[in-house]
């Protein structure tokens, strides 16, 4: 069997969309967010067949398994072809808590809070920095 081609980390992990660009993959592999076999990795080091890699996005810990290498983009439909979530259900709910935050009502065309109302809305969701 032929000798596959060596592809870097950053590369996978755009090519898998897990980054949005290559050099926001190679910065997080910098900052040590990019794990594979508890070891943090640099972005030239080459995935091998079978790796389990643990992408830190705050809050969440993702794990993946890597089913094949590859070198191009591909579409979001055919990430599981290549990547296995391997990500337990508990992490998940991390980012579930995350996006479900405090939002608020105004009526339209009523403008910015005036300061007053925005003291009081600090006040309503636990900010009492400033009395």
């Known amino acids: ?7 870097r980390i950053d590369k996978f992990l755009w090519s898998v969309r897990i980054y949005k ?9 910098r ?10 990795v640099k972005p ?9 890699i643990t992408v830190k996005k705050l809050p969440v810990l993702f794990t993946f398994r ?9 579409s979001a439909k055919l990430v599981s072809k290549y990547l296995e979530d391997l990500t337990p259900e508990e992490e998940k709910v991390k980012l579930d808590l995350t996006h479900a935050g405090f939002t608020s009502y105004r ?4 403008g910015r809070p005036t300061k007053k109302e925005r003291r009081n809305l600090d006040r309503f969701i636990g900010d009492i920095d400033n009395p």
């Open 1 to 7: 069997m032929p000798e596959s081609k060596q592809i």
């Open 21 to 29: 660009t290559r050099s926001i993959a190679s910065e997080e592999c």
């Open 31 to 40: 900052r040590g967010r990019i794990i594979i076999n508890n070891v943090p």
């Open 44 to 52: 030239s080091r080459p995935v091998l067949k079978d790796e389990i």
């Open 66 to 74: 890597i089913i094949e290498p590859i070198e191009n983009r591909i």
């Open 107 to 110: 009526e339209k065309g009523t």
